[in-house]
């Protein structure tokens, strides 16, 4: 594999190519590349990895609810989670299609995350601990993906822009249902209301770290948004998902745990309290709550899959053969 400093040489040679040129002038633009277009080869490598994290992160995401379908408090809520969780596998299989059109396979893609050299969203290293921890996940992490994942209908890298617009439609559905659990445990007893609180009090930390580090310590935002594959940076999209947010704590009766919100006039916009980035950078090292488990379980999947794929590559050949007999 290429390295970062061979990659960025080819490209200064590339600079000043014709084809170098057109790219540029396409993105200026705001045009669309296409699979078969020329492109920088960091371009290509910034999307595969993008697109493979987040490709994982969906595959990866579906452990924490897939935990609660059995223990759904009714018929109706289970059949509700296992529609969303089976759309967050939807969402997996549409992105690693979209990744393998800049020339890396799904078996490859499969081999890194299972190695742990590629990684997925650290907010599915947390444990699911109670039934409202469904309307949290709905709410705040299908909310933040929706937040980042809006400006990516509109990525510089075509088949990423046109995967996202379906994935981000089927978010925000997720997101009102995670709503709709925690709303209706507000409605009902104590317990609940106690319950809904925990559940946010939990997850809302974690759901501001998926937008990755501040803007000052992210390292690939400035080229990414110089390539028009992101849109904003990270702090703006938190900040933009914060904003989202506190009108919707109001409505739910829910208290966003951070005594340091308040509202600035200056900026029209919230100020937050600090986030603890040492947690983000330990989840990060495989050092979270539940990493080793969430590995683990990918792990035995893929084991459990493997006679699967055998038995469809098999049917494959033989239909090749016979399709080669007939002609
Ligand atoms: N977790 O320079 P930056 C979902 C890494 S939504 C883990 O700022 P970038 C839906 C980053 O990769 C979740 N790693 O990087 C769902 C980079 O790694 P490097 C998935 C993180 O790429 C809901 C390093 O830190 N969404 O799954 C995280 O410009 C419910 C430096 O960071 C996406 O992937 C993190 N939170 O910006 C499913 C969206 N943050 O270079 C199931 C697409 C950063 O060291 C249930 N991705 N890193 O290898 C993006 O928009 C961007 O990649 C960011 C990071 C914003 C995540």
């Not at 609810?65 to 296992?82: D, F, G, H, Q, V």
């Not at 770290?209 to 935002?221: E, K, R, T, Y």
Request: charged share 25%; glycine share 6%.
């Amino acid at each position: 594999m290429a390295t970062a400093s061979a990659d960025s040489r080819a490209d200064s040679t590339a600079d000043s190519t014709a084809e170098q040129r057109q790219f540029d002038a396409l993105l200026k633009a705001d045009g669309r590349i296409e699979p078969r277009d020329w492109m920088p080869a960091n371009y290509r490598k910034t999307l595969i990895r993008q697109m493979g994290q987040h490709a994982h992160s969906e595959i990866i995401g579906m452990q924490p609810e897939a935990n609660w379908i059995t223990r759904a408090p009714s018929l109706k809520r289970k059949a509700i989670l296992m529609a969303k969780v089976q759309d967050e596998a939807g969402h997996g299989l549409y992105l690693y299609s979209a990744t393998e059109t800049l020339g890396i396979t799904r078996d490859e893609m499969m081999d890194q995350l299972i190695a742990g050299t590629a990684r997925y969203s650290s907010i599915f290293n947390y444990p699911t601990l109670s039934w409202a921890d469904m309307g949290a996940i709905g709410w705040l992490v299908d909310g933040a993906a929706i937040c980042n994942q809006v400006p990516l209908c509109r990525a510089s890298y075509a088949p990423y822009a046109r995967a996202m617009v379906r994935i981000c439609k089927e978010e925000s559905f997720h997101q009102r249902q995670g709503f709709e659990i925690l709303l209706e445990l507000m409605h009902g007893t104590d317990a609940q209301r106690k319950m809904a609180q925990d559940s946010v009090n939990r997850w809302y930390w974690p759901s501001l770290m998926m937008f990755g580090p501040p803007d000052g310590d992210s390292p690939n935002s400035a080229q990414s948004m110089a390539w028009n594959i992101k849109r904003f940076s990270n702090d703006e999209l938190r900040e933009r998902f914060v904003g989202m947010l506190v009108p919707q704590a109001e409505v739910l009766g829910i208290t966003l745990p951070d005594p340091d919100l308040r509202w600035n006039e200056e900026r029209g916009a919230w100020d937050i309290g600090e986030i603890d980035w040492a947690e983000f950078h330990e989840v990060l090292a495989g050092r979270g709550p539940c990493n080793a488990q969430r590995m683990q379980r990918r792990r035995d999947a893929h084991e459990d899959g493997r006679w699967v794929r055998e038995a469809a590559a098999e049917y494959a050949r033989k239909q090749a053969e016979s399709a080669e007999v007939a002609a």
